[in-house]
Nanobody, 122 residues
Framework: QVQLVESGGGLVQAGGSLRLSCAAS????????MGWYRQAPGKQRELVAV???????NYQDSVKGRFTISRDNAKNAVALQMNSLKPDDTAVYYC????????????????WGQGTQVTVSS
């Protein structure tokens, strides 16, 4: 079993910054993609940013230039630095990891963190 533990989040004024962290523990072979999703009230969960094990990153258009995802493969950890926050960024943020089903497999299953609330006041 792989578990993701998130930290960070909270309440911040518009224009402020927050940093989210996520660490994986358990029976880990080699995590492939790690990323962050968010879900605002009444909306679907959406991808915010993702980092591959090879270091490639991808961002949702609305956060480009404001958010930075970073990954530490040795620690099976990923972080999301969020700057210039806007009220529209308010959501529950979830860490996600694509974990191989067995060592060396390219087939993965998805693991989710418990979610952390980010609230940006105007």
């Amino acid at each position: 079993q792989v578990q993701l533990v998130e930290s960070g989040g909270g309440l911040v004024q518009a224009g402020g910054s927050l940093r989210l962290s996520c660490a994986a523990s358990g029976n880990i072979f080699s995590i492939q993609d790690m990323g962050w999703y968010r879900q605002a009230p009444g909306k679907q969960r959406e991808l915010v940013a993702v980092a591959t094990s090879g270091g490639h990153t991808n961002y949702q258009d609305s956060v480009k230039g404001r958010f930075t995802i970073s990954r530490d493969n040795a620690k099976n950890a990923v972080a999301l630095q969020m700057n210039s926050l806007k009220p529209d960024d308010t959501a529950v943020y979830y860490c996600n990891a694509a974990v191989p089903i067995v060592r060396g497999s390219s087939i993965t299953y998805s693991v989710w963190g418990q979610g952390t609330q980010v609230t940006v006041s105007s």
